[in-house]
């Protein structure tokens, strides 16, 4: 196979030989390490929201089991109507999309980011993958935000932008199957959202429109470039950089 290749023979993924960059970028692992660096990057902010005020840690009901506080999750990003509007935290935006509200929580999230991520990847490639669950995490809290939900986390308003750019992706290039799964689920993780208390169904809802849009808008027709490997290393570290901020502003 050759750097130049514009499919894989074997899978069919597009650019299998990134351009001639493959060696370096495989090292980061697969998905150009971004599965990774969602799971530790989650696991580590949630263990330190714990650790930053044990004192607060809450126990009770199924998904609240190992609660951060409120104040730990306001301090590291947590997103909503009282961190943009009242203290002035826009960027929170992009953080809130990495920070949970309890084991059950980050467990299931994590596990659906392993499900789809690489399903999403095959489809538009690696790079176009950040882009969209970046996009997809802007959107979704932003409907959060202007519904007034006053405090809000997880990684369920990205995911939920996956299960946008898979029905895109199914409705574009004709993969039915995988377009209506992906919007099944969808579905029934809404309606979830409406019969269990604390569920932010905006951030839901905004992030599958966010995907949708970005899928509109990269097309799983089209081949990589360039320009969407740079996009995605700035969506990796705007978002590094939007957490930090709140740690800062935190205590500025």
């Known amino acids: 196979m050759g750097v130049n290749d514009d499919v894989c023979f074997n899978c069919g993924a597009r650019n299998p030989g990134l351009w001639g960059y493959a060696p370096l970028l495989r090292k980061l692992g697969y998905n150009l390490g971004f599965v ?14 714990l650790l930053f005020d044990p004192a607060g840690i809450r126990t ?3 998904f609240a089991f190992l609660a951060p506080s409120t104040e ?9 109507s009282i ?28 596990l659906w980011v392993r499900q789809l991520a690489p399903v999403t990847a095959s489809l538009y490639g690696s790079s176009r993958l950040v882009i969209i669950y970046t996009v997809a995490t802007i ?11 006053g405090i809000t986390i997880g990684a369920s308003a990205p995911l939920f932008g996956l299960f946008g750019a898979l029905f895109w992706a199914g409705r574009k290039t004709g993969s039915s199957e995988v377009g209506q799964q992906a919007l099944m689920y969808a579905i029934i993780l809404l309606i979830f959202g409406f019969l269990w208390p604390n569920v932010d169904n905006f951030a839901h809802i905004g992030g599958f429109v966010g995907g949708v849009l970005a899928a509109v808008w990269l097309n799983p027709l089209k081949e990589e470039n360039y320009s969407h490997l740079l996009l995605a290393l700035v969506c990796v570290a705007a978002t590094a950089i939007s957490i930090v901020m709140s740690v800062l502003f935190a205590f500025i």
């Open 83 to 110: 961190p943009v509007f009242m203290l002035g935290r826009w960027w929170t935006l992009l953080s809130a999309g990495w920070l949970h509200g309890g084991l059950l929580h980050i467990f299931f999230n994590l």
């Open 60 to 62: 009770g009901g199924a």
């Open 72 to 80: 730990s999750l306001l301090i590291f990003g947590a997103s909503g």
């Open 36 to 49: 990774q660096i969602i799971t530790w990057g989650c696991v580590a902010l949630y263990v330190v929201t």
């Open 139 to 149: 959107t979704g809290f932003t409907f959060s935000t202007l519904a007034g939900v």
